[in-house]
């Protein structure tokens, strides 16, 4: 498996986001709602429901600030794919332990004022029955960073189960209101990350359905 090696300056990702990115966003005509419930400064963590491959790609285009995003260590055991993570942002995460390696570097970026995003559901998810976990509450209380809900629909058509063919359908991401660990005053941690996750999903729960009424299906 091939050992991240993250660059210094993430020239690469800035002209892949000026160039692919937006012709990404044009092909999909990928409309972000709720904008201005993400921060303009700050770390934040994002937490977005996830059932295609596209998910991180666009949700990646779309957001307005460069936004590291944590992704199963598995993906790095292909060398290339592995360089271009590390070149774009992303951060390797093992889904199946406490990943403190994953928590410190999610902590270094939010700290430094940069936003974080993380799958709450940990995998794509088809059938909505996923359990979800509390890695994006406990880095937002960890590091007193707002926990923003987004929603995230059409992505699921791309590529229906039996295409033969890739389709270019409209996406629509949905932005709402952040989520602090203030709001929980008077819980203890792990309670606060419990009520946090429950919330968020909660919240996700809603954006999706906000999204899908804007993209009218």
């Known amino acids: 498996m091939r050992t991240p090696h993250p660059p210094r300056v993430f020239w690469i990702a800035h002209i892949v986001r000026a160039t692919l990115g937006r012709l990404l966003l044009l092909i999909f005509r990928v409309k972000l709602v709720g904008r201005e419930n993400l921060p303009a400064s700050g770390g934040y963590v994002m937490a977005g429901n996830h059932i295609s491959y596209a998910d991180p790609v666009l949700l ?3 957001v307005p600030r460069p936004t590291h995003f944590m992704a199963k260590t598995e993906l790095w055991s292909n060398d290339f794919l592995g360089w271009c993570l590390d070149k774009f942002w992303a951060f390797p995460v093992d889904r199946g332990n406490a990943d403190r ?18 799958f709450p559901e940990g995998t794509r998810n088809f059938a909505g029955e996923a359990e979800a976990q509390g890695g994006a509450a ?4 960890r590091s007193d960073v707002p926990l923003v809900p987004v929603g995230i629909s059409g992505t699921d058509l791309i590529k229906p189960h039996g295409a033969r063919r890739m389709r270019f359908p409209r996406i629509t991401v949905s932005v709402g209101t952040p989520i602090r660990a203030a709001d929980f005053d008077g819980l203890g941690r792990k309670e606060v990350v ?5 919330e968020v999903m909660l919240r996700i729960t809603g954006q999706l359905a906000n999204a899908r009424k804007v993209a009218g299906r």
């Open 60 to 62: 990646w285009c779309v």
């Open 101 to 118: 390696t994953a928590i410190a570097k999610a902590g270094a970026y939010l700290k430094s004022g940069e936003p974080v995003a993380v």
């Open 138 to 141: 406990f880095l937002a209380m």
């Open 194 to 198: 419990g009520a946090m996750t429950a």
